[in-house]
């Protein structure tokens, strides 16, 4: 059984950074391609950062020189480190993996960006 895990979430001030994880039980991230989305009310769910089996990552234009992800082989984890964040990163943020013929979604987590 697929499970991803996603924790890291919460309440930033603006100007302040938080760290997602995502772990995965039941497959092997680094044979899939991963990525990051994230969703606001009345929004449609968009892609925020992505890192494919070539490796190079890639981000929505808001999020570049801001966000980095990354995966943590050792511990089968996709994370994101979100650095500066401002009022308009505030979404819930899903895990994305997928292939060819399967994708699997985190249980998402809310990121709120206040003071």
Not at 71 to 84: A, H, S
Request: hydrophobic share 30%.
């Amino acid at each position: 059984q697929v499970r991803l895990v996603e924790s890291g979430g919460g309440l930033a001030q603006p100007g302040g950074s938080l760290r997602l994880s995502c772990t995965a039980s039941g497959i092997i991230l680094r044979h899939y391609d991963v990525g990051w989305y994230r969703q606001s009310p009345g929004a449609e769910r968009e892609m925020v950062a992505r890192l494919p089996g070539d490796g190079l990552a890639r981000y929505t234009d808001s999020v570049k020189g801001r966000f980095t992800v990354s995966r943590d082989d050792t511990k089968n984890t996709l994370i994101l480190q979100m650095n500066r964040l401002r009022p308009e990163d505030t979404a819930v943020y899903y895990c994305n993996v997928e292939n060819r013929v399967t994708t699997y979604w985190g249980q998402g987590t809310q990121v709120t960006v206040s003071t």
